[in-house]
């Protein structure tokens, strides 16, 4: 009885598990069909989404594409009427000038008409004057030339005897009233250079110092300052002796620095050569600056400004060249202003008169011609240029500054005591005997030392071996020989250093 009972109770619960999973199956098959309903109807309204994103930039492409196309229909429409209304404006343009080549057409034939009409009344009249006069036209037009032409030349020789009269009687008084009033309001000092300078020291115990172990620390600032160095009995001073006013202040300064630093050895006398150097060429900028400043000249190019100031260690006869420049330009400018003529131009061209003589290079041109070849190169104007290349008659004078610059530097240089012709023919023999050595291939520097009575060459150790420096020394004595005028003799000395330079890093 229980076991049945037991049974049916199994069946049964297995009858109601068996429902009950079977309707659990259908509700999650349910849920997934309405998930599954639900994810495709999202993924379609993505896809819609994405379409319609997609249709509108590719409408707004073809609408952007569109207004493009429509503005350049609109410009080419333009365009085509503008064409065509030029071509109707040539068209009417054409017919105007056919219109006017019939109407000149016209009126020519008219003048051609009238010119001979007028010819032949012409010559009825001078065959009339012919049988009046009993000449014919040849005739009487060759005796009207001749009479005229007399007439004038009586009165042009009679009017051109009194100009010379006249100019005669004024001309010298009024040039030398000018020159006279030019010269006496312009006052400057006389200073004659020499080819020494004297370093003062504070006692004769740094000539030790200076001289170094075997003569080496004075042998290396000679030989990178070309300066002859005189160390002698003189108290409390040394000589420097070259004919380059650079080279001698280079060397006074360079001995400056190194007596007051105190360390004097080879390496540092080069260093501080070096610097100096660029010390000096600051120095000339900045003279040249203050000069045309003291001068009131404007606009000057740079590289001017710098031979400007290179003419204070210059020389020309014996007369310190920035001193006779400056001078030359004030006697430029009240000589202008005496004549009626521009001052400042006046005062312009006597300052750069003379910049011929201290360029860089120093080709073999006249220094009036490479200073007219300066001022064309560093845009002056040509007043100014022709001034400066014609101040020694080597170019054709075309304004009045050429001959005022001329006079001027006449006066300047020529009163008494301004040059010595000596001092400048000593600078040209050592400028030469120095250029002469250099042009041997090799060769980096020259120097003319104890007044020309010696000469020292550099040369590059990488360039020229032992042997070949004799020869060297030969070969240059030999050309100075037969090409140079010297009194005494010259003699060569051919330095080849070696040198072995490493960096710790």
């Known amino acids: 009885m229980y076991i049945v009972i037991a049974i049916a109770v199994l069946l049964a619960g297995g009858v109601a598990a068996w429902f009950y999973m079977h309707l ?122 001749e009479s005229l032409k007399e007439e004038a030349r009586l009165q042009a020789a009679s009017y051109v005897a009194e100009i010379v009269e006249e100019a005669k009687m004024t001309a010298g008084k009024e040039a030398k009233k000018i020159v006279i009033q030019s010269i006496q309001r312009v006052a400057t000092e006389t200073a004659i250079e020499n080819a020494i300078t004297v370093f003062h020291i504070e006692s004769d115990e740094i000539k030790g110092r200076i001289i170094g172990r075997e003569g080496r620390n004075i042998r ?68 040249g600056k203050r000069t045309v400043i003291d001068m009131g000249i404007h606009g000057l190019h740079p590289e001017l400004i710098r031979l400007i100031g290179k003419m204070k260690y210059r020389s020309s006869y014996g007369q310190n060249l920035l001193q006779h420049a400056r001078e030359t330009a004030n006697l430029c400018a009240v000589m202008a202003s005496e004549l009626g003529l521009n001052p400042k131009k006046a005062k312009r061209a006597g300052l750069l008169h003379d910049i011929g003589k201290v360029p860089d290079d120093e080709p073999e041109l006249p220094h009036a011609i490479l200073g007219m070849k300066l001022c064309e190169k560093y845009k002056e104007k040509p007043d100014i240029s022709n001034a400066v290349g014609a101040h020694h008659d080597e170019t054709e004078m075309q304004t009045l500054l050429a001959p005022i610059v001329q006079v001027c530097d006449a006066i300047s240089g020529a009163r008494p005591g301004a040059r010595r012709e000596i001092v400048e023919a000593y600078i040209k023999r050592l400028n030469d005997l120095e250029q002469l050595a250099l042009s041997y291939p090799g060769v980096q520097k020259t120097y003319a030392i104890q007044a020309g009575r010696e000469l020292r060459v550099i040369v590059g150790a990488d360039k020229i071996d032992d042997k070949e420096t004799e020869s060297l020394s030969n070969e240059i004595a030999k050309k100075i020989q037969d090409e140079m005028t010297y009194p005494g003799q010259v003699k060569i000395t051919v330095i080849r250093e070696t040198r072995a330079v490493s960096y710790a890093k």
């Not at 300052?225 to 002698?232: A, K």
């Not at 000589?239 to 360390?263: C, K, M, T």
């Not at 540092?268 to 000096?280: D, G, N, T």
């Open 24 to 145: 659990k199956y259908k509700y999650m098959l349910e849920e997934a069909e309405k998930e599954a309903e639900v994810m495709k109807k999202n993924k379609l309204l993505e896809v819609k989404e994405k379409f319609l994103h997609l249709k509108s930039d590719l409408e707004k492409q073809v609408a952007a594409r569109n207004s493009k196309i429509q503005s350049v229909e609109a410009k080419l429409k333009q365009k085509e009427l503008s064409i065509h209304q030029r071509i109707e404006d040539l068209q009417r343009k054409n017919n105007d000038l056919d219109s006017l080549k019939e109407n000149l057409t016209t009126q020519m034939e008219l003048i051609e008409k009238k010119k001979q009409e007028l010819d032949k009344l012409h010559f009825k009249q001078v065959e009339q004057l012919e049988i009046l006069s009993g000449l014919s036209a040849e005739e009487a037009k060759e005796r009207l030339f």
């Open 220 to 287: 290396a600032l000679e030989a990178a300052t070309g300066i002859e160095i005189v160390v002698d009995d003189t108290p409390e001073a040394i000589v420097l002796s070259g004919f380059d006013p650079i080279r001698r202040e280079v060397a006074r300064l360079a001995l400056h620095q190194l007596v007051q630093d105190g360390r004097i050895h080879p390496a540092r006398i080069e260093e501080v050569v070096a610097k100096v150097r660029k010390q000096v060429e600051e120095e000339v900028v900045e003279t």
